[in-house]
Nanobody
């Protein structure tokens, strides 16, 4: 199995930036596609971005395209989400996830396709 631990959340003013990190441990030798999601109170989990094992392919939700950037450092077993121009609507718990299907090159926008999840990190954007 794979264990994921997010960090980097916090309180930021609108227009500010945060960088979230996801530490991957366990069966880290696999070529896993990774994704970031978020969930606000009373709402469904929302897809944000996904990245292929090599890092050469990424895909973003329209809501964050141009503001958020997903990246990974396989040598350090970390996946990051750089978030710029944050808005109050970005307030949520942010989760990283791994798709353990090695035939998947790039993750999908569907939470059900991911096998391992972190515990989440809270991001609060004040107006």
């Amino acid at each position: 199995q794979v264990q994921l631990v997010e960090s980097g959340g916090g309180l930021v003013q609108a227009g500010g930036s945060l960088r979230l990190s996801c530490a991957v441990s366990g069966r880290t030798s696999g070529a896993y596609a990774m994704g970031w999601f978020r969930q606000a109170p009373g709402q469904e989990r929302e897809f944000l971005a996904t990245i292929s094992w090599s890092g050469s392919n990424t895909y973003y939700a329209d809501s964050v395209k141009g503001r958020f950037t997903i990246s990974r450092d396989n040598a350090k077993n970390t996946v990051s989400l750089q978030m710029n121009s944050l808005k109050p609507d970005d307030t949520a718990v942010y989760y990283c996830a791994a798709d353990l299907d090695l035939s998947v090159r790039l993750g999908t926008p569907f939470a059900s396709h991911y096998d391992s999840w972190g515990q989440g990190t809270q991001v609060t954007v004040s107006s």
